[in-house]
Nanobody
């Protein structure tokens, strides 16, 4: 089992940047493929980005491709989401998720563990 804790959210103006962190504890971090999802008010949770166990593989949603970068540092048990050129439509609660199954899934039901979420608000 792994415990996930997100941080780094906040209020930023459009065009600005934020870096989210997801700190993991418990089972060996490198055992898990990881991902970021987000949920805006009144909308379903949606896939943002995924990263493989070693970080060698990444996958992104079309809506954020070229603006966001997912990464991980296994020796520090942490994953990041660097978000640049933020838009008001990026406003959401961002969640990190983990699975011991195959990496890269865009479906939230494929992930076994979730953090509590961190709010990102982008003002226009």
């Amino acid at each position: 089992q792994v415990l996930l804790v997100e941080s780094g959210g906040g209020l930023v103006q459009a065009g600005g940047s934020l870096r989210l962190s997801c700190a993991a504890s418990g089972r060996t971090f490198s055992d898990y493929a990881m991902a970021w999802f987000r949920q805006a008010p009144g909308k379903e949770r949606e896939f943002v980005a995924a990263i493989s166990w070693t970080g060698g593989g990444t996958r992104y949603a079309d809506s954020i491709k070229g603006r966001f970068t997912i990464s991980r540092v296994n020796v520090r048990n942490i994953m990041y989401l660097q978000m640049n050129s933020l838009k008001p439509e990026d406003t959401a609660v961002y969640y990190c998720a983990a699975t011991i199954a195959s990496w890269g899934s865009r479906r939230d039901r494929d992930y076994d563990y979730w953090g509590q979420g961190t709010q990102v608000t982008v003002s226009s």
